[in-house]
């Protein structure tokens, strides 16, 4: 696909089971966005759907279906964690907003204990997934060997789960990206900074 090349685009929303972390039922999506940073959660979502009915928290995976003359691709671009929808009625046709949190958004509602901390020398690579594991079902994945950690790091007053995974990536010079599907990456930084 030539990402530089018009193409028609359209866009799918799937209900995600959060212990099986596959795609349930369809939601339809009449627009939206996708925000993305480099801090904190990463990503979130706005986006507009018809006749969404549910009132608590769900697991929601949008993908785009993109096509050009020669080519086509398809594939998850979000996942992440459904608030309460604003509803809009219009004649006979309801539409609801929906705000979407990052799939990191468990770990950073986490606060952890006051005098929690991380030894100099520790593994990072088990103490990364045992503060990123609050979010059952997601991906988590660890490319090659993460240094140990070059001094001791202590929770400050309001630290979570998420402000201290990003303390210890700054400690180690890692990088955390979130895949469209949901699955956390952690890998060194790559060398050509237009590859993130």
Same mark, same amino acid.
């Given at each position: ?5 018009? =193409? ?5 929303? !799937? @209900? ?7 795609? /349930? ?6 627009? #939206? +966005? ?10 979130? +979502?706005?986006?507009?759907?018809? %006749?969404?009915? *549910? ?7 949008? !993908? ?9 691709? !398809?594939?998850?671009?979000?996942? #992440? =964690?459904? *608030? ?8 006979? &046709? ?12 468990? %770990?950073?509602? @986490?606060?952890?204990?006051? #005098?929690? !901390? ?5 593994? /990072?690579?088990? &103490? ?25 790091? @202590? ?9 201290? &995974? ?18 956390? @990456? ?8 237009? %590859?993130?």
């Amino acid at each position: 696909m030539d990402w530089s090349k018009g =193409l028609s685009a359209s866009y799918k929303a !799937y @209900i995600v089971d959060p212990i099986t972390w596959k795609d /349930t039922e369809m939601i339809d999506i009449i627009g #939206g +966005a996708i925000n993305k940073t480099e801090e904190d959660m990463r990503e979130s +979502a706005d986006i507009s759907v018809s %006749a969404y009915n *549910s009132e608590r928290e769900q697991w929601i995976r949008i !993908y785009l279906d993109a096509r050009q003359r020669s080519d086509s691709y !398809y594939g998850a671009i979000f996942t #992440g =964690l459904i *608030s309460s929808p604003g509803r809009e009625m219009e004649g006979a &046709v309801e539409t609801n907003s929906l705000r979407c949190y990052s799939v990191l958004k468990p %770990a950073s509602d @986490i606060l952890l204990p006051r #005098g929690y !901390y991380i030894t100099y020398g520790t593994n /990072t690579s088990s &103490v990364l997934k045992n503060l990123l594991s609050v979010i059952k079902g997601m991906p988590i994945i660890i490319e090659g060997n993460p240094p140990n950690l070059s001094y001791t790091l @202590i929770a400050e007053n309001g630290e979570s789960n998420l402000s201290m &995974v990003d303390k210890i990536l700054d400690c180690i010079g890692w990088r955390m990206k979130i895949e469209g599907d949901g699955s956390v @990456i952690i890998t060194e930084p790559a060398t050509d900074p237009t %590859a993130w």
